[in-house]
């Protein structure tokens, strides 16, 4: 008797039968590229073979090479599911169809961040915790000379240096645990949020302005600074103040600068001539205050009915708010201008 070995037959991974091969499945990322890429062939009314004819001018305008035949292969393969376009051909794809690779079901999906939550807040922590006196030192001089600037030339030219220290400060600040370097850093920071909201005020943006000493105030009773916690809010209620229709607290606000809203005699800026020049102040005094005073001395003039002293503060108060960037104060000069004083 002849005995034939027998062989023990077994299906493979990516088999259905002995010796046929089908595609794997359709990745999960992209469970609608295939139906896509097919409705917006459809949508164009090309058969394969002229979707295939348009990409391939497209591929060589691209200074690429490509034959319309095997790009209707790869057309077959992407709208039947057995492959996925690269990233060049995605964009290509997006192209011919005129739409965006997401509209084609192939936009990749945003990947988990790979720094978690408590890994950023260590290294914050960290970070804060490795300013020591010398970096202190440092930081105190560059708010120095940046606070120096602003008393100097105003909002126009120091606005970007004050606002670049808030953004500075504010992650040390907020990290910092050890209370020294606490009261330092959140020391810092109240004075130059209460500073930036001074200059959002001069840029008439006083949603801005409020938010900066809410940091500010915020800022100041984390350093245990009280006196500039109450600077802060005080001057968000002469904000307040200053907005139309908005009531009063009872509490006392601090008054940095003039407020008053009522109907006063306004100025013929026409008879105020515009090469006047008058010394403005004493040169130590921060060029905000001086333009504030300016803007304070029209007022008494109008009241006063003194059309020279008027036309005279108006020309130096218009002169430093344009030279500090001051909108505010312009933009109250001009409620003034209309009619000549009696």
Same mark, same amino acid.
């Given at each position: ?40 062939r459809d ?54 169809y005129e ?84 009261? &330092? /850093? +959140?020391?810092? #920071? @109240? *004075?130059?949020a209460l500073?930036? !909201?001074?200059?959002? $005020?001069?840029?008439? =943006? ?87 005073? &300016? /803007? +304070?001395?029209? #007022? @008494? *003039?109008?009241?006063?009915?003194? !059309?020279?002293?008027? $036309?005279?503060?108006? =020309? ?27």
């Amino acid at each position: 008797m002849t005995r034939v070995a027998s062989t023990v037959l077994t299906l493979r991974r990516g088999t259905d039968r002995i010796g046929r091969v089908h595609a794997p499945p359709l990745p999960s990322d992209r469970p609608g590229a295939g139906p896509a890429l097919r409705a917006a062939r459809d949508r164009r009314g090309w058969s394969q073979s002229e979707a295939a004819r348009a990409l391939a001018a497209l591929v060589a305008g691209s200074g690429g090479t490509a034959r319309a035949a095997s790009l209707k292969t790869q057309l077959s393969r992407w709208e039947n599911g057995h492959a996925v376009p690269d990233a060049a051909h995605r964009s290509l794809l997006a192209e011919l169809y005129e739409t965006t690779p997401a509209g084609l079901g192939l936009a990749d999906e945003p990947g988990p961040d790979p720094v978690d939550g408590a890994t950023r807040l260590r290294a914050a922590l960290e970070r804060t915790a490795a300013v020591g006196e010398e970096e202190l030192d440092l930081l105190r001089a560059q708010w120095a000379a940046t606070s120096a600037l602003d008393d100097r030339l105003g909002t126009a030219a120091a606005h970007d240096a004050v606002s670049a220290v808030v953004t500075q400060l504010r992650e040390p600040a907020a990290h910092a645990r050890d209370p020294h370097l606490l009261r &330092a /850093l +959140g020391g810092l #920071l @109240a *004075a130059a949020a209460l500073r930036l !909201g001074d200059q959002e $005020r001069d840029r008439a =943006a006083p949603d801005r302005a409020w938010a900066a000493y809410v940091e500010a105030e915020s800022a100041a009773l984390r350093a245990g600074d009280p006196d500039t916690a109450d600077t802060a809010r005080h001057r968000r209620e002469r904000l307040a103040a200053e907005l139309p229709g908005v009531a009063a607290p009872d509490a006392d606000t601090e008054q940095a600068g003039p407020t008053d809203t009522t109907a006063l005699p306004t100025i013929d800026v026409h008879t105020a001539p515009a090469w006047l020049t008058v010394e403005d102040g004493p040169p130590q005094r921060p060029v905000r205050e001086r333009t504030d005073l &300016a /803007l +304070g001395e029209v #007022l @008494a *003039a109008l009241r006063a009915g003194d !059309g020279a002293a008027a $036309r005279a503060a108006h =020309a130096r108060a218009r002169a430093l708010a344009l030279r500090t960037g001051s909108q505010r104060v312009l933009d109250r000069l001009a409620a003034l201008s209309g009619t000549t004083l009696p």
